[in-house]
């Protein structure tokens, strides 16, 4: 491997970038170490942490799944909810216990939560053994930092550029599936949300390298590819080459990779031309993940989701009546400053009209720094709680009801691993995304095969191959 390269990074203009000038002569340094590292929150990071991983394995270090092992720890970080920051400081803990018996343990932060000051200035403060704070933006810096730091240099870097970084090279978790960013950050500003200020302005890769990766990716025999970004179908508008989202989708689809698919689709963006690129093309998956947040429009005016319940409807049933087969999933918060009874009752209501094929619930989650923090709520954690409980137990239902649907019946599935429950068993994904186990040989394994469904439970299929 020619280390410098991937030191190198371009941005939008296509202008190289240096950003170290790292050399042979460091790799040894990290020869026979170990690196564990633990992501959180959502896809964007689990994608993340591939650059990582690339980043680490290229300075020498392999993998560890034992803590107590690491010659370095690196925490890839989440700030959506409170719970998912408290893990990763519940995980610190540990952490600082081990730099005390291991003084030259390298510990660094990564992620969304590091990239709010706030956070920063508290990790700074009351977590001084951290070594390397490093945000979001700013990823392609970290071999640097861990080969400075390697130095004694103690290196913290909060970062807000905006540049959109190609040529980035990943160690991917699978060789099936990949991620591929076509756009970072986010522009709408829910009012609960961190993201806009933990991931910055919506900014769009070009279309040429995005086919570019996935053409690659098709060469190297990957079955699928999953477009990624916040808004996905928001892509191109900051770019203004007159170009949106339906057309990358179909530019993707015509490359002939055998499966695609995107997430996270925002209701306000979904245009009738991405949905005739779903139904045109059988290399598009007929799975959309439509959040809806909430079936209030009160509440979704005061969470400025743009659309109403109305509008959001339409769109459903235009999807359902436009693209065979198709599996509708989505988000729900529960507990919105001060939801009422008949907020959360016209949420149920939305949830029994669309009878989703499966559902993210949450509770409200107040992020420092969004408008929602600075509203008044008046309505008891408990009562949230058992709004919750009411709407996972909906939720459920229909998941159910809608596996139940395909008892008898044979769907294509891909299949990408070893059963978790069961080792004689693999497990992939159908066309909606549904998760199947399946009677076979792990020479299964990277093949799209039909399988006849045998038992359907809320969460996954049973299936034996035809
Ligand atoms: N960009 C995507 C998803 C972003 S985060 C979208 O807009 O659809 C994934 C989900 O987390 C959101 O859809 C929302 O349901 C939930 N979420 C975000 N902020 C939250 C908060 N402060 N409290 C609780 N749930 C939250
Ligand atoms: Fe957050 Fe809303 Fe952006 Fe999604 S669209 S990332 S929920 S601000
Ligand atoms: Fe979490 Fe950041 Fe994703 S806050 S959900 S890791 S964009």
Redesign the pocket.
Known sequence: MNLPDLCVARDRTKKEISYMDLDQKYEPLFKGKKYFLRTYG?QMNVHDSEEITFYLEALGYTKTDTLEEADIIVLNTCA??ENAKDKVFGYLGRCKHLKQQKPDLIICLCGCLTQQPSEVETLKEKHSYVDIIIGTHNLNELPELIVKKSKKQNIQVYSNSDKVFENIKYKRDSKICAWINITYG?D?F?T????PYTRGRERSRKMENILEEVKELKKEGYQEVTLLG??VNAYGKDLDLGYDFATLLEEVAKTGIPRIRFV?S?PWNFTDEMIDVISKYDNVMPYVHL?I?SGSDEILKKMNRKYTIAEYKELFNKIKEKVKNVAITT???VGFPNETDKDFQDTLDIVKYCEFDNA?T??????VG?VAALMKDEIPMSVKEERLKKLNELVNSYSLKSNKKLLGKTVEVLVTEVSEKDNNKVCGYTDTMKLVNITGSKDLIGKIVPVKITDAKSFSLDGIVE
């Open positions: 959502c959506i909810r986010c709408k829910c609960y949300c961190i993201v916040q808004n996270t925002h959040p947040q988000d729900i918060i993210f949450f509770i409200y989650s107040p992020r969004t």
